[in-house]
T-cell receptor, first 109, second 116 residues
C-alpha cells in the first residue's frame, strides 16, 4: 500500500532558527512529489514539484530535496509569516495523489 | 496563473437541505478535478475524481448518491451535498489538474459547510 508520512507532526522555531521537515514515502512507482503550504481555513498553496532523486528546488527561504525514499523541506532563517502547515503529496503512476498528514510549523518572533 | 476559485466560501444550511459548491479553474483548462474533505487539524481526504464529460470516480466509503459531482466543462465542476446532515459539516476543497499530466494540482480556497 502506498504510504506517505511526515515528521515532525508539529515544530516550533524561533525566528531565524533554520530547520528541516521530512516527508517519507513508500510507493510502487513515483511520478512526482509535491510540497504545499496550507494556512488555517484556506486551500493548500503549491510550492514545489520534484520528479527524481537528487533534484532540488528553491524558493525564497525554502529548499526542497528528494531522495529515493524521502524528501526534505529546508527552511532557512524562518520568519513568523512562514508559520503554516506544510503538506507533502506523492503521485503514483496511474493513481491519484496520496497526501501526508502534514507538519504544523510555528515560527515565534 | 493557475488560479482555482470556489463558491461559496462558507455556507450554513438546515439539516435535510441540499448544498451545491462550485469549483472553477480561472486561467487554465482542467480535464481532471478533485474533491477533498478536511477535518480540523487533519490532512486532506480525497472524496472523488471527476473528469470532464464522464462520471466521477468515488473513493471507497464515499456515498455517490449523497455527494453528487458534475464536471460540466473544462473549467467547472460542482459538488452537491444532498440531504445534508450535521455530520457532513466540514471543509471541502477542490483542486484542478491542467491538461497534460505531469503538473501539480492547484487548489481552491475551500468551502466551509455547517449543517444545523
Amino acid at each position: 500500500e502506498d504510504q506517505v508520512t511526515q515528521s515532525p507532526e508539529a515544530l516550533r522555531l524561533q525566528e531565524g532558527e533554520s530547520s528541516s521537515l521530512n516527508c517519507s514515502y513508500t510507493v510502487s512507482g513515483l511520478r512526482g512529489l509535491f510540497w504545499y503550504r496550507q494556512d488555517p481555513g484556506k486551500g493548500p498553496e503549491f510550492l514545489f514539484t520534484l520528479y527524481s532523486a537528487g533534484e532540488e528546488k528553491e524558493k525564497e527561504r525554502l529548499k526542497a530535496t528528494l531522495t529515493k525514499k524521502e524528501s526534505f523541506l529546508h527552511i532557512t532563517a524562518p520568519k513568523p509569516e512562514d508559520s503554516a502547515t506544510y503538506l507533502c503529496a506523492v503521485q503514483v503512476y496511474g493513481q491519484n495523489f496520496v497526501f501526508g498528514p502534514g507538519t504544523r510549523l510555528s515560527v515565534l518572533p | 496563473g493557475a488560479v482555482v476559485s470556489q463558491h461559496p466560501s462558507w455556507v450554513i444550511c438546515k439539516s435535510g437541505t441540499s448544498v451545491k459548491i462550485e469549483c472553477r479553474s480561472l486561467d487554465f483548462q482542467a480535464t481532471t478535478m478533485f474533491w477533498y474533505r478536511q477535518f480540523p487539524k487533519q490532512s486532506l481526504m480525497l472524496m472523488a475524481t471527476s473528469n470532464e464529460g464522464s462520471k466521477a470516480t468515488y473513493e471507497q466509503g464515499v456515498e455517490k448518491d449523497k455527494f453528487l459531482i458534475n464536471h460540466a466543462s473544462l473549467t467547472l465542476s460542482t459538488l452537491t451535498v444532498t440531504s445534508a446532515h450535521p455530520e457532513d459539516s466540514s471543509f471541502y476543497i477542490c483542486s484542478a489538474a491542467p491538461a497534460g499530466g505531469r503538473e501539480t494540482q492547484y487548489f481552491g480556497p475551500g468551502t466551509r459547510l455547517l449543517v444545523l
